[in-house]
DNA sequence: AATTATTTAATTGCGTACAATTAAAACTTG
DNA sequence: CAAGTTTTAATTGTACGCAATTAAATAATT
């Protein structure tokens, strides 16, 4: 009554999209990350940023961006709050003053061993077994290979 | 030789995880819908309130903070701009003074027409055959279920 | 070498997201 | 029915996310 029937258009549904479910799982495991990030002062996307430099120690933000897929107008005031906390400092690279090279300080690497356990935990709320955690893994990367 | 072999924890490298992925597809994907969504005056959150709208005409703030998992803090402001452009209108519900109800108006309507092809035109681009597109979405709701 | 083009970050402005609090209305219960 | 509880939105404050612009440094080209 409200709906005349000639206005359902079935893939202008919600459920139907992939659009919604991939936004509101993204936001949804987001949030699942919380509690564990909040005990380390931590937001996701600073995680993230931590995660790289726990791999490679010193980043100009040019490569973080390129591998969060983030540019500058994200990273720069996240970054300047992650220097704040003394996990990173952010100075110009001397033989190209146009980049800004990110570096782990010590207190940002401690965090290192405090969120070894976060993706264990994270991965048994999603009960998913390994054959389709990796196939979800594969699909989203396909999407990302498009889009991106 | 930044990295000492020891910090190389597999399971804290980004690309192990399924939480990166799934962020950057989300983001990548809302951006994909920019370039149709732009010309609509829309933005991503706004389209999917009207997504709603369009099967319901008449919902309460409360009905669609469930359906797309915001609250009242994200639909207010954001139903108030939409308000603003006579896509909807927001009354307290006479009944029950506590509710508003966000009612579609003639204006919300009209672009359910002009936006009826988008969906179509994301999928193209996402290059998924009709399988894999199911199987993605069931996983996604799988994890949606676990979260929510 | 001087001019132009490109690269890199920073800045600005707007719109989400979301935790936490507030306030009003409706419900429950003694 | 009065007191306390619950429900619903709004508000407040912080942090992204991103388009668009700006500014500085470097590279490329004449």
Redesign the pocket.
């Known amino acids: 009554m409200n709906t005349p029937p000639a206005s359902v258009n079935p893939v202008q549904q919600l459920e139907n999209q992939l659009c919604f479910p991939l936004y509101a799982a993204s936001?949804m495991l987001?949030?699942a990350y919380?509690p564990y990030l909040q005990e380390l002062d931590l937001?996701?996307?600073?995680y993230l940023v931590l995660l790289l430099l726990w791999e490679h120690d010193e980043l100009?933000?040019?490569a973080l961006?390129e591998q969060l897929?983030?540019?500058?107008?994200?990273?720069?005031?996240?970054?300047k709050?992650m220097e704040q906390k003394y996990w990173l400092s952010?100075r110009r690279d001397p033989a190209?003053?146009?980049?800004?090279l990110i570096r782990l300080l010590p207190a940002g690497r401690a965090l290192q061993a405090q969120a070894c356990h976060i993706p264990a935990q994270l991965l048994e709320k999603l009960t998913l077994t390994p054959t389709e955690f990796e196939a979800l893994r594969r699909q989203l990367q396909h999407i990302l290979t498009q889009l991106a």
């Open positions: 936001r987001t949030k919380q937001t996701y996307p600073q100009t933000v040019k961006g897929l983030l540019d500058s107008g994200t990273l720069t005031p996240l970054l709050r952010r190209d003053e146009r980049m800004v």
